[in-house]
């Protein structure tokens, strides 16, 4: 079964940065929108942010508009998330997800994810 390996996670202050990167196992995800969704405890995994297949456009929750930018390597097969002005709410369990719909030029929904990573801790302290 096609695995996404995320990485770049950590324990960061509260204003700092961090970059995560996924890189698929197995398979290559040309073709499909790819993006990160995050889980905080006790709550429900939510959207973070999105690209599409071929790079062009992007989508992100407003909570992290403006602070962390999505973007692929096409030809290394990976999406990174930069993530800048780290907040302590942004701590959470980042998972990196793959659309299942071929071509798709709109952004991610749980709903239509065909794979997803193990997840990465991200923890910002105050």
């Known amino acids: 079964q096609a695995q996404l390996v995320e990485s770049g996670g950590g324990l960061v202050q509260a204003g700092g940065s961090l970059r995560l990167s996924c890189a698929p196992s197995g398979r290559t995800f040309s073709g499909y929108a790819m993006g990160w969704f995050r889980q905080a405890p006790g709550k429900e995994r939510e959207f973070v942010a999105a690209i599409g297949w071929s790079a062009y456009s992007t989508y992100y929750a407003d909570s992290v508009k403006g602070r962390f930018t999505i973007s692929r390597d096409n030809a290394k097969n990976t999406v990174y998330l930069q993530m800048n002005s780290l907040k302590p709410e942004d701590t959470a369990i980042y998972y990196c997800?793959?659309?299942?719909?071929?071509?798709?030029?709109?952004?991610?929904?749980?709903?239509?994810?065909?794979?997803w990573g193990q997840g990465t801790q991200v923890t910002v302290s105050s």
């Open positions: 997800a793959a659309d299942s719909r071929k071509y798709y030029s709109g952004s991610l929904s749980v709903t239509y994810v065909g794979s």
